[in-house]
């Protein structure tokens, strides 16, 4: 009996140049503040016509005394807790901890969630059409730093009336903004909570998001940072970046109990035909990324967080951590080989008001600031209650 030879495989839709918010898409719960006028930044130059996309959840006292202020990572955004749909691709990236009787309770708090500048999801970045509305800001688009950012959400702040924050919590890149936010704005930062990040981008950090820059770049359809209006992103080069970045993210034993060396599904590795199933894992994660990010924001951030040193004209990171008056908890991941319990220990050391370094145990390496729940939320509670 003949084999019937197989029919061509159905066509996969490729994704939209960016996976970034748009204008027409839905707004979901976003809310807008657009700065009053130009932000200077601090490499030179200034960003003209600015906006931060962000979420809120709870009520503002009167004198806003109970507003609390979360920042989030690399590729998150404002859309801390609720469920995905319209204009939100993905679930809050930290279910557990906002609501009603949650750590941060909305029955007390007002929760105040941006979306950093140079993000892609509702915030002025590279995918956001320039002042003069024609096209993309794209390659165009300036070099901003975490004091950038941090100069942009006191805008916000300002506009709602926030004097001072009860509370600050960030991890990883979002921890670089909040120790920058207590560091630059001392009297605007009652409590800050710090999360498996670092005082200054290490030379293996540095490297590590080199990598993953170059590896966006030499995507043929990156075009210097033009490909927003061509309906084609560098796809491959963005999936590759959060590929490597991923495996950082993770740690070796968790990775190796998870998956070993299996074969994905029916595929056979031998002979170079068939995947193991971290690499189907790694392929999954990029996939999803790229249909929900931009691949000129990854760019803008990751050089923000190459570029964090919260000691830069300030006389080193010792002098510089000795501004905060903040009381704080630092907290990293045993398994953490990203941001390692080093980094945590320097800023539990030197910032004055600190408690002991406190260490989160996860198996899962630097996410676990993310998964770990239960644990994360004691550490919230200690500070609010």
């Known amino acids: ?28 719960r976003r809310r807008w503040h657009v700065l009053d006028g130009p932000l200077p930044l601090e490499a030179g130059g200034e960003l003209p016509g600015a906006r931060l996309a962000f979420e809120t959840w709870g009520r503002p006292a009167p004198d806003r005394s109970n507003a609390v202020l979360v920042l989030h990572a690399l ?16 679930p809050g990236w930290w279910e557990g901890l906002v609501g009603p009787g949650l750590p941060l309770d909305t029955d007390r708090f007002f929760v105040v969630a941006p979306n950093v500048l140079g993000g892609c999801q509702g915030s002025t970045g590279p995918a956001s059409p320039r002042p003069d509305g024609r096209r993309s800001w794209g390659g165009a ?51 800050l909570l710090l999360l498996a990040t ?12 080199g990598v993953q820059l170059h590896a966006v770049r030499a995507d043929p359809h990156w075009q210097g940072g033009d490909y927003h209006d061509t309906g084609r992103g560098p796809h491959a080069g963005l999936g590759l970046a959060r590929r490597l970045a991923h495996v950082t993210y993770r740690s070796e034993p ?12 029916a595929e056979d590795p031998l002979g170079g035909g068939g995947r193991y199933q971290v690499e189907s894992y790694l392929d999954h994660h990029a996939a999803k990324l790229v249909r929900r990010f931009d691949a000129g924001s990854y760019v803008v951030l990751t050089q923000a967080m190459n570029a964090h040193d919260v000691g830069r004209d300030r006389g080193g990171v010792r002098a510089a951590l000795r501004r905060v008056t903040a009381r704080t908890l630092v907290a990293g991941v045993d398994s953490d080989r990203l941001y390692p319990l080093t980094q945590q220990a320097e800023l539990a050391a030197h910032i004055p008001s600190a408690d002991r370094l406190r260490v989160i145990e996860s198996p899962y390496g630097h996410d676990g600031f993310l998964i770990e729940t239960d644990q994360v939320a004691a550490l919230v509670r200690e500070l609010v209650e």
């Open 141 to 191: 688009f300036p070099f901003l730093t975490q004091r950038d950012q941090v100069a942009a959400e006191a805008a916000l702040a300002d506009a709602l009336g926030v004097e001072r924050w009860a509370l600050v919590v960030g991890g990883s890149m979002g921890g670089m903004r909040a120790v920058e936010w207590a560091v630059t704005h001392p009297e605007r930062t009652g409590a």
């Open 198 to 209: 670092t005082a200054a981008a290490s030379a293996e950090q540095i490297a590590w998001a």
């Open 254 to 265: 968790e990775l190796q109990l998870r998956f070993g060396r299996t074969p994905q599904g």
């Open 1 to 28: 009996m003949n084999a019937v030879p197989a029919g061509p495989r159905p066509t996969v839709p490729l994704p939209p140049a960016t996976g970034a918010w748009r204008a027409g898409d839905p707004p979901g």
């Open 75 to 90: 590729t998150g955004d404002s859309h801390v807790a609720g469920p995905a749909g319209p204009g939100h691709p993905t």
